[in-house]
């Protein structure tokens, strides 16, 4: 299983960044896929997840619901967080995962600074 994030970078609080995650190595359209995100000195936590079917269920944290949009295309085995008007609270190391029930597995990250 391997799973690649990108798209992080730093943004004024307002802007926007698309964040994606291509991932291998697992028939990636059985799963849910997920992206989670760690600040400094926090716990890791879920930010939002899209099941395996398009359409289908998506959740997302109250922190971001209304401003993330989760999506993913089946074909070519990606998974996108679009984040709009940023605050600097969404600071934190951002993290595709996958529960192959278990273990859940994670991406290497990917950095969104959005400044105070």
């Known amino acids: 299983v391997q799973l690649v994030e990108s798209g992080g970078a730093s943004v004024q609080p307002g802007g926007s960044l698309r964040l994606s995650c291509a991932a291998s190595?697992?028939?990636?359209?059985?799963?849910?896929m997920s992206w989670y995100r760690q600040a400094p000195g926090k716990e890791r936590e879920k930010v939002a997840s899209i099941a395996a079917v398009v359409p289908g269920q998506i959740w997302y944290a109250d922190s971001v619901k209304g401003r993330f949009i989760i999506s993913r295309d089946n074909a070519r085995n990606m998974v996108y967080l679009q984040m709009n008007n940023l605050k600097p609270e969404d600071t934190a190391e951002y993290y595709c995962?996958?529960?192959?029930?278990?273990?859940?597995?994670w991406g290497q990250g990917t950095q969104v600074t959005v400044p105070s």
């Open positions: 190595g697992f028939s990636f359209r059985t799963y849910t």
């Open positions: 995962s996958v529960l192959i029930p278990p273990p859940r597995f």
